[in-house]
């Protein structure tokens, strides 16, 4: 049997808290952001029968072939959105969500993801579909502040949105580093120790570009449709948007949401569709920051699967940003 730790190109964050939160590791599990394979290894070598590997990304099914093949029949591989993982799997043993970009996107300056290094404005994680440069130099002014404002939460989004939408006036924005140094030059300069200037416009146009945040809710319910009774749902996220749609997506579907106002007229409690150990997420610990830095603002929630019916969820319930005119 492979071993993970021996060919992942780089450390998965929270591996360790995570395997031991859903431990004992049987059955069958779906990774739905395969990525470089980090959690499926992980998986497989803690005792998963079998692990569906489930990336939107081709790259990561192309390269998930050579490292892979030590696993034999144990995995099967789909490129795919995990908004629709429960089409590759159904009563299953679990499912894992790692909502980071993967260091392989990050670290090919052509997929225009990092604004470190020179490269085509694209952001696209399956490489389909319109570009961040069509979003770049073709959204409304208006529409663009509000994706920095609600996906970044950048507060200088107007601000920036006009600088974007006077330059492209003058010359398309076709590449990161042109982006970059327009969003540098509308803010102070960055003190030592603070992220880039840049860092919430490129998560803001990223997330924008991929569809994330609606994909995360989707994806959601993708895994309670595919999970069995007592499967677990463990979910990593980076940044504080999406663990409050985790958190409140849990909180919904566990019944801890609140009572509401006590004048309310009494409403019928569904079923909980979830239940969890602790309403607290599980934080990264001082060792595992020593070696990967990466996990500073990982967060992971764990659910099971009660045997409850799978209801849609409200999207803005979870707290998820929406544009005006999109639902």
């Not at 569809?211 to 007592?230: F, H, I, M, T």
Request: aromatic share 4%.
């Amino acid at each position: 049997m492979g071993s993970a730790a021996a060919v992942t190109p780089h450390v998965p964050v929270l591996i360790e808290p995570l395997i031991r939160a859903v431990s004992p590791v049987t059955g069958r599990w779906l990774d739905g952001t395969l990525g470089a394979g980090g959690y499926t290894r992980a998986l497989l070598d803690a005792g998963a029968e079998h692990v569906t590997g489930v990336d939107r990304d081709p790259l990561a099914i192309d390269m998930a072939q050579d490292w892979s093949r030590p696993y034999g029949d144990r995995i099967s591989l789909a490129q795919g959105l995990f908004s629709e993982l429960d089409q590759y799997g159904q009563d299953l043993d679990g499912v894992v969500l790692d909502l980071g970009v993967s260091s392989m996107q990050l670290d090919q300056a052509q997929r225009g993801f990092s604004f470190m290094k020179d490269g085509p404005l694209d952001m696209r994680m399956s490489q389909g579909g319109p570009s961040a440069a069509e979003l770049v130099n073709e959204v409304e002014e208006s529409t663009l502040a509000d994706i920095l404002y609600l996906y970044g939460e950048e507060r200088a989004s107007r601000r920036i949105a006009r600088a974007i939408v006077t330059k492209r006036g003058e010359v398309p924005i076709v590449t990161t580093l042109q982006l970059a140094e327009i969003i540098e030059n509308c803010l102070p300069r960055t003190k030592p120790g603070q992220a880039h200037a840049a860092t919430r416009s490129f998560q803001a146009i990223r997330i924008a570009v991929n569809d994330e945040y609606s994909e995360l809710v989707a994806g959601l319910e993708a895994a309670e449709r595919a999970l069995k009774p007592g499967g677990q749902l463990a979910v990593v996220t980076f940044h504080s948007i999406e663990d409050r749609m985790v958190k409140r997506f849990l909180q919904i579907k566990t019944g801890s949401g609140g009572q509401g106002s006590r004048h309310a007229p009494e409403v019928a409690k569904e079923q909980p569709q979830f239940t969890q150990i602790s309403r607290k997420a599980i934080a990264p610990d001082a060792d595992e920051l020593a070696v990967n830095p990466r996990a500073r603002s990982a967060k992971l929630r764990v659910a099971t699967r009660t045997d409850a019916p799978a209801r849609p969820v409200d999207r803005a319930a979870t707290g998820m940003p929406i544009l005006k005119g999109k639902s």
